[in-house]
């Protein structure tokens, strides 16, 4: 099976392109998104479930599946973001990115969907090819699209499309994995003010492409 990584989360349909009104990405403190520095990646709508995390498909298991939090209150782990072909500090609007996440023990969260984004991607290519977009979604309130685009990286071709990066939820709709759906799926980014207990490295990340399950249900 294939994989495509995240560079998010890090997702075959035609997905809307949203149109970037500024250059920049900022966070929920209205500071411009930094190369490097981590922030939680959380839905901008309440009651939508808590900020991005990574966990297992089952103990042990390897690579580590991004998803969801179940709770609002929960942020989740940190990502950091990384511009590639250029050596930008500050994260620009639609532009190619590498996202990678902090890795860390987690408890299970049950079974796998198809189509879902996981750890372990490599820089630069296709498949770890995303960037982020804004979404007008609610009036007064900043928030951001994040796509999966092969084509910015060297895919081969002429399909100049970018994919939406949402959740899906497994067949009891509880946990909530990351991979590509037509859905919207509006984020803010926090800074992280948080550390591990443990040591931690770093992943970009990655996603398996088969078509989705027929029980898998996307976050509208």
Not at 151 to 165: A, E, I, L, Q, R
Request: contains cysteine; glycine residues 10%.
């Amino acid at each position: 099976m294939s994989f495509l990584v995240f560079n998010l989360f890090i997702f075959t349909t035609t997905l809307l392109l949203l149109s970037a009104s500024s250059d920049v990405i900022y966070d929920s403190a209205g500071t411009e998104l930094l190369r490097g520095n981590p922030y939680y990646i959380l839905p901008l709508l309440r009651r939508s479930g808590g900020g991005l995390t990574l966990s297992r498909s089952t103990k042990d298991a390897c690579p580590l599946n991004v998803t969801q939090e179940s709770f609002e209150v929960n942020n989740g782990g940190p990502f950091t973001f990384s511009p590639i072909v250029q050596d930008e500090e500050i994260i620009p609007v639609a532009y190619p990115i590498s996202i990678s996440a902090y890795v860390k023990d987690d408890d299970d969260k049950g079974v796998v969907p198809v189509q879902i984004v996981t750890t372990g991607g490599e820089f630069n290519t296709p498949e770890s090819c995303f960037q982020i977009v804004e979404g007008d979604i609610m009036e007064g309130l900043q928030s951001y699209q994040i796509q999966h685009c092969p084509f910015k990286c060297g895919s081969p071709g002429t399909d100049h499309t970018c994919f939406n990066v949402g959740v899906i939820r497994d067949a009891d709709g509880i946990n909530g994995y990351i991979g590509r759906t037509d859905a919207i799926f509006p984020v803010v980014f926090k800074s992280y003010d948080g550390t591990f207990s443990q040591p931690t490295s770093i992943s970009p990340i990655s996603s398996f492409v088969s078509t989705f399950s027929k029980w898998g249900n996307e976050v509208e």
